[in-house]
């Protein structure tokens, strides 16, 4: 059975027995939703998310293009590869740099694997 989170996306085709699930699990998302490109993914249970956002600088009266990098947690009922948009959305601290989870996976090539 999937629980409701809150927030208005798919739920996941498989089902774990994760703890820090917010799908499965009793982990509760709050707060902030972001949504990036997955930059690396070697670590078990964890995706470095790359997000780009305009930036203004007052005294030029212009923006630029900043970057920043959000540690977020990976469910085991998802399967995310490097370069595949994420959606995470913030929940409580989980380690030392996770404050954030994986919700949704969406694929660049229109969901083709």
């Keep these: 059975m999937v629980r ?3 927030v208005t996306v798919a739920s996941p085709r498989k089902v774990c027995e994760d703890e820090f ?4 699990g009793t982990l509760s998302i709050r707060g902030k939703l ?3 490109t997955v930059s690396s993914a070697k670590a078990p249970g964890m995706v470095v998310v790359s997000r780009e956002y305009p930036r203004g600088v007052a005294k030029y ?3 630029q293009r900043s970057k920043s990098n959000v540690h977020a ?3 085991s009922c998802l ?10 959305a913030e929940c409580r ?6 404050s954030f989870v994986v919700i949704e996976v ?8």
């Design 21 to 24: 699930c917010p799908f499965h």
């Design 4 to 6: 409701n989170i809150g």
């Design 61 to 63: 009266k212009r923006f």
């Design 93 to 98: 601290r989980l380690a030392k740099t996770v």
């Design 34 to 36: 972001l949504t990036g």
């Design 106 to 113: 969406n694929t660049k090539d229109g969901g083709r694997s």
């Design 79 to 88: 399967e995310v590869r490097e370069g595949e948009e994420v959606r995470i």
């Design 73 to 75: 947690y990976l469910p």
